[in-house]
Each structure stands twice: as structure tokens, then as C-alpha cells.
């Protein structure tokens, strides 16, 4: 395993922690909406409670940049048209 993952916080992690907050989604609601387009198998909870964890965690899992352009494009069309990443 490696130990050195768990040293720093994924930024891709923080970045959907920010998305799920700021659209106002509880994490259930949030990956209901996720997993509702995904063009791959779907995520489990468990999965996605590990995105959501402390990065010191042994449940912590690093989100992939794949799954977190993703999370852009579906958490971006629930913020308000001002907080919208362009």
C-alpha cells in the first residue's frame, strides 16, 4: 500500500466536497445525481462516502480526474448561474 497517497488531501476530493456543498445536495441526493448519467458502472455508497472522507482515513479514496470532470458537468448545472465554473 502505498502510505504516501494519504499525505496530502486530493484536491479532487475537495473539489467535489465543494460541488456536493454548493449545489445544496445531501451525499445520498449527490450520488443518485452522479451515478444518474455516468457512462460506466455506477458507484456504490460505500465508494462514494470513501471521496468524502479525511485523507488520514482508512476509508479515504482518491477521486480520479475522470470522475471529477464528471462531477463538474452534473454538479455545475445545479449551482446558480453565478457560482458556475466557466
Known sequence: ?????????DKNNERLK???????LTQVA????????IKVRPLAESTWKGYFCAHDSKRY?????????????VFGK???KGNRKK
Open 61 to 73: 479514496r482518491g477521486f480520479g480526474q475522470d470522475l471529477l470532470a464528471h462531477a463538474e458537468e
Open 30 to 37: 449527490a450520488l443518485a445525481l452522479f451515478n444518474k448519467d
Open 1 to 9: 500500500m502505498n502510505t504516501n497517497a494519504r499525505a496530502v488531501p
Open 78 to 80: 445545479q449551482l446558480p
Open 18 to 24: 465543494e460541488l456536493v456543498a454548493e449545489a445544496g
